[in-house]
């Protein structure tokens, strides 16, 4: 650059090269950004291709990183796997937390069976309740199971006790058999409560058919690890499997959701 008085000076810095030399950096953060992200979801998608050759056509609700590192945890419904990073070692069984003395994996299945059962209605369930609810309890029944009709002969000490029981159909014997055409009967009938109360006392009742949600029930009992009856689910997810009796189930209810239990 010539000055006015004539001498060749050279260039002052110039601001463009800096501006150029800003947007490469930033282009290079983006590329990086991308590149990493890549990176961490391609364990998943390998976990997933993995995964879909061992079980075909069944494809797992999530994979997330666990709490170990290298490790993933797997859902399928209320079941959980845990995978290895390369997708070659498979875990089946409970994660404990022993600071905390937790069951990490059961708090898991509890909210996945939450969540399964909140996509039934109440009106697909036979509810039985008292004049106060302080818990309220989903129970998978089958109408020729002993120790379902003990508990339902106890149905108005539960409710006195303010337990509301909201039964599920779950016949053993499986689909199309003598206990599942027993509870498509009741869940038909125009009275469900009493038509359920005179089947558990073993009244033999008309056969009716109707659309019906007792399929369903049942395959929601599968999916959720229902193995017999009758099975209790609390209004967290956490399971009960048995019967038990009006006031220890309340003891028991009172004590689970205790404040300072959580």
């Not at 494809?59 to 990183?65: F, G, L, R, V």
């Not at 990073?85 to 509890?110: C, F, I, M």
């Not at 016949?171 to 009275?191: F, L, M, Q």
């Not at 369903?216 to 599968?222: K, P, R, V």
Request: charge should be neutral.
């Amino acid at each position: 650059m010539l000055a006015d008085d004539g001498i060749l000076k050279p260039h002052s810095p110039a601001r463009y090269p800096v501006m150029k030399l800003t947007r490469l950096l930033c282009l290079l953060i983006l590329l990086l950004t991308h590149a990493s992200l890549q990176a961490a979801d391609a364990p998943e998608n390998t976990l997933r291709q993995g995964l879909q050759q061992l079980l075909p056509g069944k494809a797992p609700d999530s994979i997330t990183e666990s709490p170990l590192s290298g490790v993933y945890e797997v859902h399928y419904g209320s079941d959980i796997f845990y995978v290895s990073r390369d997708g070659r070692y498979l875990l089946q069984g409970d994660l404990y937390d022993l600071v905390q003395k937790a069951n990490l994996t059961e708090a898991k299945r509890a909210v996945a069976r939450k969540v399964a059962l909140a996509t039934v209605s109440d009106a697909d369930k036979i509810i039985f309740k008292g004049t106060k609810t302080d818990h309220i309890i989903d129970v998978f029944t089958d109408v020729d199971c002993g120790y379902c009709r003990k508990l339902h002969q106890q149905i108005a000490d539960y409710n006195e006790l303010g337990i509301e029981i909201r039964y599920l159909a779950f016949p053993r014997t499986g689909i199309n058999t003598e206990s599942y055409y027993k509870a498509v009967s009741v869940w038909c009938s125009k009275d469900k409560q009493t038509a359920l109360t005179r089947a558990k006392q073993g009244v033999k009742m008309p056969r009716l058919s109707c659309n019906n949600t007792v399929a369903e029930q049942f395959a929601l009992g599968n999916q959720i690890g229902v193995d017999g009856t009758p099975t209790l689910v609390l209004a967290d997810g956490t399971v009960i499997p048995g019967y038990k009796p009006p006031q220890e189930l309340r003891q028991l209810l009172d004590e689970h959701f205790a404040p300072d239990r959580h």
